[in-house]
C-alpha cells in the first residue's frame, strides 16, 4: 500500500513571507498523481494544486507551487506571500493510476501571524 | 449547483445504535467515496464505489457497510455503533475522466457515539 508522510504537523509563517510544506511518499509505481488540499476551520476540502507524475515541470497556481522530486518520492507545496486566509489545515495525497481513491496524509496545520 | 451534499451534518448515537449517512452529487461523477477524519490522522478511506450497483473496502471498512443503488447516490451505514466510530465523516465524488481528477468533497458529517 502507498503511504503519504508529512513530517510537520505544525507549521507558522508571518503574513507576506513564504512557507514550504513538506510531503514524501512511498509507492512502486510510476504513473500516479499528487494533490494538495486545504481544509480551513469551515471544515470544507479545497482542491489547491495537482500534478502529474510524468510531467516534469512543477505545477503553479497563482501563490501556490510545488517542488516535485520523483526520485526522491518528495512534493512539498510553496505558499508565496502568505495571507491570513491561507491558516488551515493542509493534505497531501497520492493515487496511483492504477487506483480510485486517494490516499492522504496526517496534515500539516499552518498558522498565519500578521 | 450543490456538489456533493451530505446528510445529516451532525448526530450524536448511543452505543449500539444505528444509522445511515446520505450523500449525494449532482455532477453525474462515477466515483464516490467515504472517507473519515480522526485528529492526527489524516482522512482514512472507508468504503468506495466505480459505479452504480458497485462497491468495495477501503483502508477501514470494519463495522460500516455501504450501498449504491443509485449513480447520485451513495450510502454509509453503522450497524451497531461503537465509541470508536466517534469521528468526522466525508463523502467525496470524481468523474471518470482520468486520474488526475480531484475528489470533490461535502462538508462532513460530526457523529459521536457515547
Known amino acids: 500500500a502507498q503511504t503519504v508522510t508529512q513530517s510537520q504537523p505544525e507549521m507558522s509563517v508571518q503574513e507576506a513571507e513564504t512557507v514550504t510544506l513538506s510531503c514524501t511518499y512511498d509507492t512502486s509505481e510510476s504513473d500516479y498523481y499528487l494533490f494538495w488540499y486545504k481544509q480551513p476551520p469551515s471544515r470544507q476540502m479545497i482542491l489547491v494544486i495537482r500534478q502529474e507524475a510524468y510531467k516534469q515541470q512543477n505545477a503553479t497556481e497563482n501563490r501556490f507551487s510545488v517542488n516535485f522530486q520523483k526520485a526522491a518520492k518528495s512534493f512539498s507545496l510553496k505558499i508565496s506571500d502568505s495571507q491570513l486566509g491561507d491558516a488551515a489545515m493542509y493534505f497531501c495525497?497520492?493515487?496511483?493510476?492504477?487506483?480510485?481513491?486517494?490516499?492522504f496524509g496526517k496534515g500539516t496545520s499552518l498558522l498565519v501571524t500578521p | 449547483n450543490a456538489g456533493v451534499t451530505q446528510t445529516p451534518k451532525f448526530r450524536v448515537l448511543k452505543t449500539g445504535q444505528s444509522m445511515t449517512l446520505l450523500c449525494a452529487q449532482d455532477?453525474?461523477?462515477?466515483?464516490m467515496y467515504w472517507y473519515r477524519q480522526d485528529p492526527g490522522m489524516g482522512l482514512r478511506l472507508i468504503h468506495y464505489s466505480v459505479g452504480e450497483g458497485t462497491t468495495a473496502k477501503g483502508e477501514v471498512p470494519d463495522g460500516y457497510n455501504v450501498s449504491r443503488l443509485k449513480k447520485q447516490n451513495f450510502l454509509l451505514g453503522l450497524e451497531s455503533a461503537a465509541p470508536s466510530q466517534t469521528s468526522v465523516y466525508f463523502c467525496?465524488?470524481?468523474?471518470?475522466?482520468?486520474?488526475?481528477?480531484?475528489?470533490?468533497f461535502g462538508n462532513g458529517t460530526r457523529l459521536t457515539v457515547t
Open positions: 467525496a465524488s470524481s468523474d471518470i475522466q482520468g486520474h488526475n481528477s480531484p475528489l470533490h
Open positions: 495525497a497520492y493515487r496511483a493510476n492504477s487506483g480510485y481513491a486517494l490516499n
Open positions: 455532477m453525474n461523477h462515477e466515483y
